[in-house]
């Protein structure tokens, strides 16, 4: 705006920011409470330096995004959609299994489509999900199917994963790969 004057909150006074602080703290809360129902599902401690974490982070900003209520009763996508989020609700870290994409070699009536991998989000504004396809590649597909209740976690499959957000595909030596 022409006249504003932009005015920055005094070093080491985070009270005078007190809107950012409320919204960091409540991210935190989400993230708290998604890593600890993870961490329960698994039966193990997942690290803060773990790849796994940096997914998670993701998948609770798009989760506060879609979810979470003003004061006026609407979400942020609400605002900036003008509609509800109608998606299918699944749990960060669980095995799925997703439809791959039709290749030319591929014989579409003996060859299997799903493949089982791991769900880590969505793909904001898109109806793309994140899937683990294997612990070095990430992908994004449009269907996706749930497995029953008692194959849907596993610990060693999500310890084992390479790939993050800023990084998809992981070569065998740790090199991205091109």
Partial sequence: LRGAIAISPPAKESESNGVV??????????LR???LALEKKLDGHVPSSHPLMAW?????????????QGS??????????????HEEGLEF???????????????????????P??????????????MAATSREVVEVRAVHRVPRSERWDRDLLNDLKATPWQWKVQEGGAPAV
Avoid: C, P
């Fill in 33 to 35: 409470v998604h890593l």
């Fill in 72 to 85: 006026d009763g609407k979400t942020a996508y609400q605002r900036l959609f003008g509609r509800q989020v």
């Fill in 21 to 30: 602080e409320n919204g960091v703290k409540l991210f935190k809360g989400i």
């Fill in 93 to 115: 870290g669980e095995k799925i299994l997703y439809k791959t994409k039709k290749t030319q070699d591929m014989n579409v009536v003996v060859d299997a489509r799903w493949q």
């Fill in 117 to 130: 991998g791991v769900w880590l989000g969505r793909s904001w504004g898109t109806i793309s999900q994140r």
């Fill in 56 to 68: 998670l982070v993701e998948h609770v900003g798009d989760v506060a995004t879609k979810y979470l």
